[in-house]
C-alpha cells in the first residue's frame, strides 16, 4: 500500500478519533453524570492495576495495554471496520473526559505535560494502527465480493504494524513511566 493509498485511511482515524474527543469533553463540561460513571469505571478498573507499580513495571503494564489496544484497532478491521470505529471513537471519547478533569486540576500546562511527551508516540501508533484495520476492512470488503485476497493484505498489514505501531508503543510506555510523572511534578 502507497502513502497515497494509505493517507485516507489515516484522515479518517484522525476524524473519528476528534470527534471521540470532543464528544467525551462535551459530556464531562456538561456535568452530565453519565462522564462520572465512565470515569469512575476506568479508574476502578485499569488504573487501580498499576497504581503503586514500579517504573519499570508500569512501562510494562502500559505497553502491554496500549498494545492490546492496537492490536484490537487492527484486527477489527475483519469486522469490516466495526469494532476498528468502535474502539478508535470509544478511546477518544475516553481521552475527552479524562482532558476535562485533568484540565480542571492541573490546568492546561500540566494537561499538556501529563500528554505530550509520550503522547507524540502513542497517538500516531494509535491512528496507524487504526489505519492498518480501515485498510483491512476494505480488503475484506473486497475479498467478500470477490476481487481481493484479504488474508494476504492482512499479512502484509500486520507487517506493517510490527514494524511501526510496536516500536512508537514501546517508546511512548517508556516515556509515561519514567518521564511524564517528572515533568508532572515539575508543572504541578
Known sequence: MSRREFLPYLAATVVIFSVGIVGG??????????AD??????MGGVFSQILGDSPVMLAVKIFLNNLQACVLLFLGGATFGLLTFFILFSNGLVIGLFADQIAEKVGPLGLLAGLAPHGIFEIPAIFIAAALGLALARSVFADARGQGDAAADAARLGGLFLRIVVPLLAVAAIIEAFITPELLRLVV
Open 25 to 34: 469533553y462535551g459530556l464531562a463540561a456538561s456535568g452530565d453524570p453519565a
Open 37 to 42: 460513571q465512565i470515569l469512575e469505571t476506568i
